[in-house]
């Protein structure tokens, strides 16, 4: 019987063990280079911007039009062009990745679109509205080969005025054969536990 128990948790493990976060970034390091300011320029994290700007804005600015969310990326910042604000991932083949991302309208009047690359073909856009508060949106990647994928944000249009970005992740996504692994794991301990009770009576 403990050796069913010992093959049932063996069969359950998979799952977490699967599942990882290999990038995360919600803008919060209190020290440079993550102070915020107009035209950040990013040098000194996992970010890069190119042609154009971004600012870094939120809690400890002058610009802190949602407090809830701390510090956050204006996609448009104050040089007349937006940015490309970009990082690069090293993926794996076959696996799955899962980006998320909170995106808010600019708070400041009009609507913008953010063109969301992730990976080599996975090219999304999403419009907010000026009011608009943060919402969670999500893009799935599996690349067909391991190497470095780019990960980018880039706000349309150039009016010094740009949707909001805060807390990015990418995680990989456990395979389905892991769920059915999960189940069958807890279908054997749930069998083992009314065996022992039916043996104990």
Same mark, same amino acid.
């Given at each position: 019987?403990?050796?069913?128990?010992?093959?049932?948790?063996?069969?359950?493990?998979?799952?977490?063990?699967?599942?990882?976060? %290999?990038?995360? #970034?919600?803008?919060?390091?209190? *020290?440079?280079?993550? =102070? @915020?300011? &107009? +035209?950040?320029? /990013?040098?000194? !994290?996992?970010?890069?911007?190119?042609?154009?700007?971004?600012?870094?804005?939120?809690?400890?600015?002058?610009?802190?039009?949602?407090?809830?969310?701390?510090?956050? %990326?204006?996609? #448009?910042?104050?040089?007349?062009? *937006?940015?490309?604000? =970009? @990082?690069? &991932? +090293?993926?794996? /083949?076959?696996? !799955?990745?899962?980006?998320?991302?909170?995106?808010?309208?600019?708070?400041?009047?009009?609507?913008?679109?953010?063109?969301?690359?992730?990976?080599?073909?996975?090219?999304?856009?999403?419009?907010?509205?000026?009011?608009?508060?943060?919402?969670?949106?999500?893009? &799935?990647?599996?690349?067909?080969?391991?190497?470095?994928?780019?990960?980018?944000?880039?706000?349309?249009?150039?009016?010094?005025?740009?949707?909001?970005?805060?807390?990015?992740?990418?995680?990989?996504?456990?395979?389905?054969?892991?769920?059915?692994?999960?189940?069958?794991?807890?279908?054997?301990?749930?069998?083992?536990?009314?065996?022992?009770?039916?043996?104990?009576?």
């Amino acid at each position: 019987m403990f050796k069913k128990i010992l093959i049932a948790a063996a069969l359950a493990t998979p799952l977490f063990a699967s599942a990882s976060v %290999v990038f995360s #970034d919600n803008f919060e390091n209190l *020290a440079a280079p993550y =102070s @915020t300011g &107009l +035209n950040w320029s /990013a040098a000194g !994290t996992p970010w890069t911007v190119g042609n154009g700007t971004v600012d870094l804005i939120g809690a400890g600015s002058s610009w802190n039009f949602v407090p809830a969310f701390g510090k956050y %990326v204006d996609l #448009d910042g104050s040089s007349g062009k *937006a940015g490309v604000f =970009s @990082t690069t &991932l +090293n993926l794996n /083949a076959g696996v !799955t990745y899962n980006l998320t991302f909170a995106l808010a309208g600019n708070q400041r009047g009009g609507s913008d679109a953010v063109e969301v690359l992730f990976g080599g073909a996975a090219l999304q856009s999403f419009t907010r509205t000026s009011s608009a508060g943060f919402t969670t949106e999500s893009i &799935l990647f599996t690349p067909s080969a391991s190497q470095a994928f780019t990960l980018s944000f880039h706000n349309l249009g150039g009016d010094n005025v740009g949707a909001l970005l805060d807390n990015v992740s990418v995680a990989s996504v456990p395979e389905p054969q892991t769920y059915a692994l999960l189940i069958a794991g807890l279908a054997a301990m749930g069998m083992v536990s009314r065996r022992r009770k039916q043996a104990q009576r």
